[in-house]
């Protein structure tokens, strides 16, 4: 990274104002309950963050204003993001739509776009979303020295997932731009989630979920090479194609599939570098059920539709054989995965289990078994739709330091070129360390050249 960047890492910003936008609408106060693919997720708060050059044909504090009043129109449609998450008598989460409104923070930040170290999200990013205290999502919006505007959205995982905040993203910058209807209504029709009667049991459903109540402790780590860390890079779309072709033996696999393999197979050579080596590793990637569930509803459902299926191998045969071995072994453990029948098994497990919280086992893999990650595709990310009306951002990403003891990988469409990726890493920093090293010609650092900043 260049030298602005360094010199970048320690910038402050300050709280300039602070609002609750509600919805423009008046709204009927109801429950929402959140359904049971809702229920499998932890309290964990998810960011995203778009960067916009100084924009030309209007002010600041008019784009500000512009932001604002489009989100009290976006609310109307989008109105459990205006509620708060409220306990029921039997002790679940429930979205109490009362209108509540979002915590809205016009910021400054003594710093320009151009020495933002946007390749350590924790030092910068961190500083451009905001915390969530209250309600369903938070919204900070800043503005940096050079007169570049930062939007950053903090949101509850437990009411949205990235393909429901990708929507709602949409929707806020059509507004936004006037360009109304907007393109995407959501629904929010819980019965689609209903579990079946009478329910099915599916014992496959034990080996990727677990109540929280049967977790092991939580385990501290005192090696700083285990703490974790995060990082953005950049993959060209040529290199893709190539590591695609390479992954693949008989049938072509997703570029999705072969990525996650040639990172587990990275993450198994570090490994083997440990004196006290683990045995075997885990891989899981989320996949979403829409299009296996809602064929009739255009896939505008708002809410958590995703399951985790993991594959775990042993780190001898991961680092041994080929890396189209390792594919496959990807494919065959999703393949079970991406049907309906595993949606229904699930939403019914999880039936059985309430009003006990439930989580994914790969989410709170113990350290003693092995290094663990998660792969969540973010293909669908809109970053260039999501133009308030002063342009596309010039970057944009998903930051999700999510608090497992699993790794987290996010790859999302890159902002600067057409089938280039970004990709989200949330690892242990010696494992990111390893991974520079060995994979330097596929994983590049995000850096301003990139960018074009």
């Known amino acids: 990274m260049g030298e602005a960047a360094?010199?970048?890492?320690?910038?402050?910003?300050?709280?300039?104002?602070?609002?609750?936008?509600?919805?423009?609408?008046?709204?009927?106060?109801?429950?929402?309950?959140?359904?049971n693919l809702d229920l499998i997720l932890p309290p964990v708060h998810v960011s995203v963050c778009f960067c916009y050059k100084k924009p030309h044909n209007i002010t600041n504090s008019m784009a500000h204003e512009t932001l604002k009043t489009a989100?009290?129109?976006?609310?109307?449609?989008?109105?459990?993001?205006?509620?708060?998450?409220?306990?029921n008598p039997t002790g679940e989460p429930e979205i109490l739509c009362n209108n509540r409104g979002v915590d809205f923070v016009e910021a400054?930040?003594?710093?320009?776009?151009?020495?933002?170290?946007?390749?350590?999200?924790?030092?910068?990013?961190?500083?451009?979303?905001?915390?969530?205290?209250?309600?369903?999502?938070?919204?900070?919006?800043?503005?940096?020295?050079?007169?570049?505007?930062?939007?950053?959205?903090?949101f509850d995982h437990r009411v949205a997932d990235a393909y429901s905040m990708n929507m709602f993203l949409v929707s806020w910058a059509e507004i936004s731009r006037s360009d109304v209807p907007i393109s995407c209504e959501p629904s929010f029709r819980r019965s689609l989630l209903n579990p079946r009667r009478p329910l099915v049991m599916d014992s496959s459903i034990d080996k990727m979920y677990i109540p929280v109540t049967s977790l092991p402790p939580p385990q501290e780590t005192t090696n700083p090479d285990n703490i974790l860390a995060s990082r953005l890079y950049y993959i060209k779309a040529d290199v893709l194609d190539e590591l695609q072709t390479l992954a693949s033996s008989s049938k072509r696999r997703t570029k999705l599939e072969s990525f996650s393999a040639f990172l587990w197979k990275l993450v198994a050579k570090h490994a083997a570098t440990d004196p006290v080596r683990s045995k075997n590793s885990k891989l899981g990637i989320v996949v979403d059920g829409r299009r296996r569930?809602?064929?009739?509803?255009n896939n505008t459902y708002f809410g958590n539709v995703l399951s985790i299926p993991f594959g775990?191998?042993?780190?001898?045969?991961?680092?041994?054989?080929?890396?189209?071995?390792?594919?496959?072994?990807?494919?065959?453990?999703l393949e079970s995965s991406v049907t309906k029948e595993h949606f229904l098994n699930l939403i019914d497990w999880v039936e059985t289990q309430r009003p006990t919280p439930t989580v994914s086992r790969i989410y709170s893999t113990g350290l003693e078994d092995g290094p663990a990650f998660v792969v969540s595709s973010g293909?669908?990310?809109?970053?260039?739709?999501?133009?308030?009306?002063?342009?596309?951002?010039?970057?944009?990403?998903?930051?999700?330091?999510?608090?497992?003891?699993?790794?987290?990988?996010?790859?999302?469409?890159?902002?600067?070129?057409d089938g280039d990726w970004m990709v989200y890493l949330h690892l242990t920093k010696g494992q990111l360390k390893f991974i520079e090293e060995e994979a330097s010609q596929v994983l590049k650092p995000i850096d301003n050249n990139y960018l074009k900043i």
């Open 71 to 87: 989100l009290a129109e976006t609310l109307v449609s989008y109105y459990a993001f205006a509620g708060e998450i409220v306990t």
């Open 6 to 35: 360094e010199q970048a890492r320690d910038f402050h910003v300050t709280t300039t104002r602070k609002q609750l936008i509600t919805a423009s609408l008046p709204l009927q106060d109801h429950w929402l309950p959140l359904s």
């Open 379 to 417: 293909r669908s990310f809109p970053v260039t739709q999501v133009d308030f009306g002063w342009g596309s951002p010039v970057f944009g990403s998903y930051h999700f330091p999510w608090g497992g003891n699993a790794g987290y990988v996010m790859p999302m469409p890159s902002s600067v070129e």
């Open 293 to 297: 569930l809602m064929e009739q509803e």
């Open 108 to 154: 400054g930040a003594d710093v320009d776009l151009r020495e933002l170290n946007l390749y350590d999200p924790d030092e910068s990013i961190a500083k451009l979303v905001p915390i969530k205290k209250h309600g369903v999502i938070a919204i900070q919006v800043t503005q940096l020295k050079c007169g570049s505007i930062v939007v950053g959205c903090t």
């Open 312 to 333: 775990g191998h042993k780190i001898d045969d991961l680092i041994n054989k080929p890396l189209s071995w390792v594919t496959e072994e990807v494919h065959r453990f």
